[in-house]
């Protein structure tokens, strides 16, 4: 057969040349690029036993030169172990096998999970060899050889006890003439012989990772979800309306595929109560909503139905809780069950933790003794507004009074409350009497926002702006915390908080007032885009 290059699809044909009239070399390296395996789990290959006999190729490919050697090889192998001898058929480069290690198409449709449908024959190409040169064989090998975890790539031969059979990878080995110089040189020297054989193998469901599986499962092109919160034993999913008639399914493969996964569970509604906490539904699993989680050495332990935990924002604690030196003072307004306060406390900080959910607050106090930290951290249990006008402002009073000047330490406030934080900006207007501490003295605070602008570092501090009547230009910066959904980010704006707006008698023109000195300067919008896109 021959390959015109208007027969060719546009990969088959570089420069105008022909597939057929390519050099071997340069097709078989586009084989090697294009042909990718897929990933496994790290669970043994269940092997059906078969005879073993040589033959020219695995794969027979389409192309004239090939075509005529591959007729004059018998390309035969013996399934099983009965006595029935059966023909590879050829396949064609364009219709090469890229679902070979993919589950069976008629788990299509399934929603309740049957792990038997999943049982899958291959036939992938070995390389018999003396047991006793294996271990140095298979070093030299190494890109010839089957890499894929849970699949062994030295098996027992079913008939020569003083034989093992390598596994090759059927994407690379396409042929004898596979084998690079070197890795012929090794197999002379070793007095191998380079033919290939077939070997026949049957996969089972626990071959296939969870991603593997919903993609054979889902209707076709749908989205897959393979990635899940991890809060202890928990998976928290959300998943989409397409997905939802196979949440059973799709929580019990979650618990299969990820070791100390005992509980899959889904989000049945956004965070927009007053306690942060969301209705879930249990998909599969025990029902035991306990948890432990450890995040940056420290532990926490809490109800996850009944408090607000979110592990994507790990590294987003670490960043805020760098900021603080030994000594300062944080206040962390929406404190959870104490992602902030905590490891704050541990570097000698003085902490006042706040949160308006009771079932937070208890768990902050557990925590605080579980860390540790409960000397060093006083622990509140009002709604945001009365925290800041409350024991807030009596601590400021103090930390901002006539003997501030001789204090070394910084005030940090932390608003982690994204959908509502800037809100409560408005309880900063006033919040002080008497004469305005030194600029530098003044409270930094740390709050969090939405936003769904083409511009959110802008949007973010326009909303900050308006709430508090003043401009940030000279003294906030903005930074992107994570993307939250398509078009929706979430991000942190860090400022001073100017004291004409802290101190109740401080009336100056808006227009002259001095500044705070900088935190750092303002990102611009391409600074938030590059920064983005690197997250992203």
Request: glycine share 4%.
């Amino acid at each position: 057969m021959t390959l015109s290059a208007d027969d060719a699809n546009s990969d088959d044909v570089i420069q105008g040349q022909p597939i057929h009239q390519r050099p071997f070399s340069e097709l078989h390296q586009s084989m090697r690029i294009l042909w990718r395996p897929f990933g496994f789990l790290r669970r043994l290959l269940k092997l059906e036993s078969c005879r073993v006999t040589e033959s020219e190729s695995l794969i027979p490919l389409a192309w004239t030169s090939l075509i005529q050697k591959l007729s004059r090889a018998p390309s035969i192998f013996l399934l099983n172990q009965r006595k029935r001898f059966s023909t590879m058929p050829e396949i064609e480069t364009s219709q090469r096998d890229s679902d070979l290690f993919s589950p069976p198409s008629d788990v299509r449709g399934m929603t309740k999970l049957d792990r038997t449908a999943f049982k899958k024959t291959v036939t992938i190409p070995v390389l018999k060899v003396r047991k006793e040169i294996v271990n140095k064989l298979i070093r030299s090998l190494k890109r010839a050889a089957l890499q894929r975890p849970g699949i062994k790539r030295v098996i027992d031969d079913p008939e020569d006890k003083e034989s093992r059979l390598i596994m090759l990878d059927p994407y690379k080995m396409l042929t004898n003439d596979s084998f690079e110089e070197a890795e012929l040189r090794i197999l002379k020297q070793l007095n191998v012989s380079p033919q290939i054989s077939k070997y026949n193998l049957e996969l089972t469901y626990e071959n296939f990772k969870s991603e593997e599986i919903l993609r054979a499962v889902l209707p076709e092109g749908q989205d897959v979800t393979s990635g899940f919160s991890r809060i202890g034993h928990i998976a928290h999913l959300n998943l989409r309306d397409h997905q939802l008639p196979f949440k059973h399914l799709i929580g019990q493969v979650m618990i299969d595929k990820n070791p100390g996964i005992t509980s899959a569970v889904n989000k049945i509604n956004n965070i927009d109560n007053t306690y942060r906490n969301f209705q879930m539904e249990v998909l599969s699993g025990e029902e035991n909503m306990m948890t432990k989680v450890r995040e940056n050495n420290y532990i926490y332990e809490f109800d996850f139905s009944k408090v607000y935990w979110n592990p994507r924002l790990s590294t987003e604690h670490s960043r805020i809780t760098e900021l603080l030196k030994p000594g300062d003072v944080l206040f962390d307004v929406f404190a959870g069950v104490g992602p902030f306060a905590i490891p704050v406390a541990k570097k000698n900080c003085t902490v006042f933790a706040n949160d308006l959910n009771p079932e937070s607050y208890k768990w902050l106090l557990h925590n605080c003794t579980l860390n540790k930290v409960e000397k060093k951290v006083k622990v509140f249990n009002l709604d945001g507004k009365d925290f800041l006008q409350g024991p807030v402002r009596e601590e400021l009073m103090q930390q901002l009074g006539p003997l501030s000047k001789e204090r070394k330490h910084s005030v940090h406030i932390v608003m982690n409350l994204p959908a509502k934080a800037i809100e409560f900006l408005s309880a900063f207007k006033s919040l002080l009497d008497g004469q305005p501490c030194g600029s530098e003295l003044l409270p930094i605070v740390h709050c969090y926002s939405f936003s769904k602008d083409a511009h959110p570092a802008e949007d973010v501090q326009q909303q900050a702006e308006a709430v508090l009547g003043i401009s940030l230009d000279a003294c906030s910066s903005v930074h992107l915390v994570r993307n939250v959904a398509p078009n929706k980010e979430m991000l942190c704006i860090t400022f001073r908080v100017p004291a004409a707006v802290l101190y109740r008698n401080h009336t100056l023109d808006l227009e002259s007032h001095e500044d705070p000195p900088p935190l750092k300067r303002q990102r611009t919008d391409k600074a938030f885009s590059e920064e983005k896109t690197t997250m992203a």
